[in-house]
C-alpha cells in the first residue's frame, strides 16, 4: 500500500476521488518539468562557470544535493540566505517523506491486523518509529554511505 491511497483512507466515504487524483496528476508533472529544467539548467551553468563539461561536474547520488548544488549556492549573491533556504527545503522535503512513508505502513499493518492493533495504533506507530530510527543508526556511521550507495 502506498502514500496515497494510506493518507486517502482517511477521506470519507463518498469522498470524490477523481478530482483529487486530476490534481494530483497535474501537480506531479508540472513539479517533474520544473524540477527537470532547473537541475539542467543548474548543472549546465555549473559547467559553464567551471569550463568543463555536464558529466564533469555531475556527482551522481547524495553527491549531486551535498556537493555540487552547496558549491552553487556559495557562487550567488546572498549565499547564506540561499544556502539556509536550500537545507531547510531539504529538512522539509526528508521529513515529509518519512510522514507519508511512516503512515503508509502503519495504515497497511494496522489494516492488517485490526482488532490486535487498531486500539493501540498510537503505541505502535511509536514503536515502529523508534525500530526504524534504530535501522537507520548505521547510516549516519562513517561506513553509511557505501551502505546508501
Known amino acids: 500500500m502506498g502514500a496515497l491511497p494510506a493518507l486517502g483512507s482517511y477521506n470519507k466515504f463518498h469522498h470524490d476521488c477523481f478530482k483529487d487524483a486530476i490534481i494530483t496528476c497535474i501537480v506531479n508533472t508540472l513539479t517533474c518539468l520544473l524540477a527537470g529544467v532547473l537541475v539542467f539548467s543548474i548543472l549546465g551553468y555549473m559547467a559553464h562557470i567551471q569550463e568543463t563539461t555536464i558529466h564533469e561536474v555531475v556527482n551522481s ?53 485490526p482488532d490486535q492493533l487498531l486500539k493501540h495504533r498510537r503505541k505502535f506507530t511509536v514503536a515502529l518509529c523508534a525500530f526504524l530510527f534504530c535501522l537507520g543508526i548505521p547510516l549516519v556511521t562513517n561506513g553509511g554511505i557505501f551502505m546508501f550507495n
Do not use: H, K, Q, R
Not at 90 to 99: A, H, P
Open 61 to 113: 547520488g547524495p553527491g549531486l544535493v551535498f556537493l555540487t548544488y552547496p558549491d552553487l549556492v556559495l557562487s550567488l549573491p546572498g549565499s547564506v540566505l540561499w544556502a539556509t533556504i536550500f537545507f531547510v527545503m531539504l529538512l522539509v522535503l526528508g521529513v515529509d517523506s518519512e510522514f507519508c512513508n511512516v503512515e503508509a505502513l502503519v495504515t497497511g499493518i494496522v489494516d492488517n491486523w
